[in-house]
């Protein structure tokens, strides 16, 4: 089963990392690493490099997809490698996934149209502009596109594809191994139940966050 | 505000870049990777590298550290670079954290010794061995000894201390942006809710997961 995971300049780390670190532990599990070009690539802080293994061109085909969000994901909403890389490679895979803003370029690419699907909250609503139905939900599925909210739900969505993919077993293993039994210490995961102020200081700095 | 995260050869990738993506969005931090050589460090399956962007005799000083665990980390478990860069940076930090396994090295560096703790509930136990006083909580705050249970809690750790470091409303806002509101598909996050023939299997393969 080989993983391709998408990156690009100015990616959101966690978008990539977290899905990666629960679905690369899948039994028979390979992981690529995929960007225009090999070699490191930064993020959108700019002081984390994640080294890609191959380029676009040499990944014609993956059994899984994810794709990350960030701010650098906007410069690829336009037709391009990334976008024709997408279309290319879907036809093949089981599942195509989202993390974030991810899930634009999956729209973009045309590859979510009629479909339902969700994205970082500050952008859900850009997804109708790409022809797919934006859906408040944490983790979307629709048939083989596994759309994740922003940044953190990567996690939520991978601990669910992974149980469809090798059963509740399996993903419950994965999740014991990352102790994943999340305590955040506020409550300020979603704009619903954050403080109003803190919600509307998120919102003016938008371009910052996811593009 | 300087943070450095510790690389080291088979290290988990969440536990370094959880807290990473919370952290890196303080107000005035700058973060450094550091490893025994610069370039890409390699994670515990293999299919992952973060580059590191400093050797440890580059930084001398951190006003934050943090130290990942993995399988990778028992090799620094006996004096050795690893740990004489701990025992040289601590006095320097207002903060030195970990996440999962690292807290045995913390330990292992004497840098525990008296203090609550905790770790991966695989080797919590074994904090004890080195001086520290294990503690089953997802986070433990001893006095500027900040450590977090297996790999995801780093996540949790890290909101609260950017409490702590920039207040409230700063950790509060980062975790809107990353859309922090974990909804796990599974309860398996802890051996007390996971099922048991579940817990047992991790137990089985212990030695693949922390050490």
Same mark, same amino acid.
């Given at each position: 089963?080989?993983i391709?995971v998408?990156l690009?300049?100015?990616f959101t780390?966690?978008?990539a990392?977290? $899905?990666?670190?629960?679905?690369?532990?899948l039994? =028979?599990a390979e992981?690529v690493f995929v960007?225009?070009r090999?070699? $490191?690539?930064?993020?959108?802080v700019?002081s984390l490099?994640?080294?890609?293994? #191959?380029?676009l061109a040499d990944?014609?085909?993956? &059994?899984? !997809?994810?794709v990350?969000? =960030?701010?650098g994901?906007?410069?690829?909403m336009?037709?391009?490698p990334?976008?024709?890389?997408? *279309?290319?490679v879907?036809p /093949?895979?089981?599942w195509?996934?989202?993390?974030?803003?991810g899930?634009?370029?999956? #729209? #973009?690419?045309?590859?979510?149209?009629?479909?339902?699907?969700?994205? /970082?909250?500050?952008?859900?609503?850009?997804l109708? &502009?790409?022809? #797919?139905?934006p !859906?408040? &939900?944490r983790v979307? +599925?629709d048939g083989?596109?596994?759309?994740?909210?922003g940044?953190s739900?990567?996690?939520?969505?991978a +601990?669910?594809?992974?149980?469809?993919i090798?059963?509740?077993?399996?993903?419950?293993?994965?999740?014991?191994a /990352?102790?994943?039994d999340?305590?955040? $210490?506020?409550r300020?995961g979603?704009?619903?139940?954050?403080p109003?102020a803190?919600?509307?200081a998120?919102?003016?700095? *938008?371009s910052?966050?996811v593009?």
């Open positions: 089963m080989l391709a998408l690009f300049d100015r780390a966690l978008d990392v977290g $899905p990666y670190d629960v679905l690369s532990h039994p =028979g992981v960007a225009e090999p070699g $490191p690539v930064t993020n959108e700019g490099r994640l080294v890609a293994d #191959a380029a990944v014609s085909t993956a &059994d899984v !997809v994810v990350p969000g =960030g701010p994901q906007n410069a690829h336009v037709d391009g990334v976008q024709r890389w997408l *279309r290319a879907d /093949h895979t089981t195509t996934t989202s993390v974030c803003s899930s634009l370029l999956l #729209a #973009a690419a045309g590859l979510l149209t009629g479909r339902s699907a969700t994205s /970082h909250w500050l952008v859900r609503d850009q109708a &502009d790409h022809g #797919a139905l !859906v408040g &939900d979307v +599925f083989k596109y596994v759309t994740a909210a940044v739900a990567g996690l939520d969505m +601990f669910a594809l992974a149980g469809r090798a059963g509740d077993a399996v993903a419950q293993a994965i999740q014991l /990352h102790e994943y999340p305590r955040p $210490p506020y300020s979603n704009p619903d139940t954050a109003r803190i919600a509307d998120v919102l003016a700095r *938008r910052a966050i593009s």
